[in-house]
């Protein structure tokens, strides 16, 4: 793991290194494998569909500079309901 991956583990994607950890009334999916792995991403609201679909993620740390990495669920995988980490989302590339 390099310097950045590990900087990054256990954070909440969009917030400064600095601020508080994941928030116990709010819901997390945990962002699994490619350039965000070990983040947290907060879902906190997020329709059922929306989460369906997954996410394009903004980063500097994908194979596109400045593009997106694409995150979501696999079909099948559950969720569990209410606060703390609800799903995953796993990497699927990056687009620029």
Not at 18 to 39: E, H, I, K, R, S
Not at 65 to 73: A, Q, V
Not at 75 to 91: D, K, L, N, Q
Request: aromatic share 8%; proline share 12%.
């Amino acid at each position: 793991m390099n310097g950045d991956e590990q900087l990054l583990r256990g954070r909440v994607y969009g917030h400064d290194h600095d601020d508080p950890g994941p928030l116990a009334d709010q819901t997390y999916a945990v962002l699994t494998g490619g350039p965000l792995d070990g983040l947290l991403l907060r879902i906190t609201g997020w329709r059922p569909e929306d989460v369906a679909e997954g996410v394009a993620l903004p980063t500097e740390l994908g194979k596109f500079p400045g593009g997106r990495s694409l995150y979501g669920p696999r079909p099948g995988e559950p969720r569990r309901p209410g606060p703390g980490v609800s799903c995953r989302f796993h990497y699927s590339g990056d687009v620029p």
